[in-house]
């Protein structure tokens, strides 16, 4: 069976680190080799970068954030999914170049076509076989950010930020609906892992 570049992507607070129990706790029931990771991140170089991108004392610029960005995910290729795809190991990666369009283009208004320049330098034909997209309505994620931990330097922007990102997340599954699920994460966990689990059975051929 070969393996499969997943990512789950969505705005703050739309349930990421619960769902991603639930893809974990699937792969462990099929016995299928996998890595998850996540993005900025993943590398030493990725995790330093990501520190400095979510600390809300970190003034930078709309194209230094989003250069800062691809880097990031440049390493994270070469060192861990580009490898791990390689040797026949799924990945599994918490946000990829979704949340770029989504954050800095919808939510900072950079020009799409600009992020769209980076990506193909950086990925080349790489993109994800599929994308879980957690959906919310911005009341309940600005209501889970609120009562969890201290808030990061993205965590901290306005309403209408979250409503542009939101809608550019929903622009792109829309668009590209062969590569994209949209989840309705404000239900009840069971229906939320039960679709989930359904997608993830049609993607490797078990439904």
Do not use: N
């Not at 070969?2 to 992507?9: A, C, E, G, H, K």
């Not at 893809?23 to 990501?50: D, H, I, M, S």
């Not at 979510?54 to 691809?70: G, I, Y």
């Amino acid at each position: 069976m070969p393996p499969r570049f997943i990512t789950l992507d969505g705005i703050d607070g739309a349930g990421k680190t619960t769902q991603l129990e639930v893809v974990r706790q699937w792969f462990e029931g099929r016995g299928l080799p996998v890595r998850f990771t996540r993005e900025p991140g993943g590398t030493a170089l990725g995790e330093e970068l990501r520190r400095i991108l979510l600390d809300p004392a970190t003034r930078a610029s709309l194209h230094s954030e989003t250069l800062l960005m691809f880097a990031a995910r440049s390493q994270h290729l070469e060192e861990v999914v580009r490898p791990a795809l390689e040797q026949g190991s799924s990945i599994v990666c918490d946000r990829f170049t979704d949340a770029t369009f989504a954050y800095q283009g919808g939510g900072r208004g950079l020009d799409a076509g600009k992020i769209a320049e980076l990506e193909r330098w950086v990925q080349g034909s790489l993109k994800p076989d599929l994308t879980l997209i957690l959906d919310v309505p911005l009341e309940v994620a600005r209501e889970r950010i609120e009562s969890g931990r201290d808030k990061d330097r993205f965590e901290l922007e306005d309403a209408a930020f979250f409503e542009r990102t939101r809608a550019v997340y929903l622009q792109r599954a829309a668009a590209a609906p062969e590569r994209y699920a949209v989840i309705d994460s404000s239900r009840e966990r069971a229906a939320v892992r039960a679709e989930i689990e359904s997608v993830l059975d049609k993607l490797y051929g078990f439904a």
